[in-house]
């Protein structure tokens, strides 16, 4: 019976946990990029960058979570990657300029066959391009954490 107690109090203390730990890298990702958040839940947030470029974040449990960012062009510049990595680097520790390097290979393979990815061991950068019939030619890339740290 004190097991059924107990259950509801440890799952507010595990949410509360998580939506701690998805503050803390919402805070990261707006020191490292000056991005501005716009929604942020426990386990979600989203960002504007710049007319052009959002980002999103989502909060994994205990430690896996994923940055993402979209672009609305075929040909993202180079603050995209800049500020992409930057936001990967803040929710992974992996250097930005590794992020980056790979965030330009992927998008570049992407641009000829529509999605790539790139494995850095413990993460994945991923890339897609696409055309949506709302907003035209669109570039995505995401670092999404992995548990296979090797």
């Known amino acids: 019976m004190r097991a059924l107690l107990l259950l509801p109090i440890l799952c507010l203390a595990a ?3 998580r939506a701690d730990e998805c503050q803390t890298l919402v805070s990261k990702i707006i020191a490292e990029t000056g991005a ?11 960002f504007t960058v710049s007319p ?4 999103s974040l989502a909060c ?9 960012a979209q672009y609305k062009g075929e040909t993202p ?8 990595a930057k936001a990967g680097q ?3 520790g992996i250097d930005a300029k590794v992020i980056v390097d790979a965030a330009h290979k992927a998008q570049a393979t992407a641009s000829r066959k529509r999605h790539s990815n790139i494995d850095l061991g413990g ?3 991923t890339c897609s391009s696409m055309v949506s019939p709302d907003k035209g030619p669109l570039t995505l890339c995401a670092v999404i954490e992995h548990s296979d740290k090797s």
Do not use: W
């Not at 501005?36 to 989203?46: E, I, N």
């Not at 994994?60 to 993402?68: E, F, K, R």
């Not at 510049?77 to 992409?84: C, G, S």
């Open 36 to 46: 501005k958040a716009d929604l942020q839940r426990s386990d979600y947030a989203t």
């Open 77 to 84: 510049p180079d603050e995209y990657y800049t500020t992409f």
């Open 52 to 55: 052009d470029m959002t980002m």
């Open 90 to 92: 803040a929710v992974t």
């Open 123 to 125: 993460a994945l950068v």
């Open 60 to 68: 994994g449990a205990p430690a896996l979570s994923s940055v993402g």
């Open 15 to 17: 949410g509360s946990a």
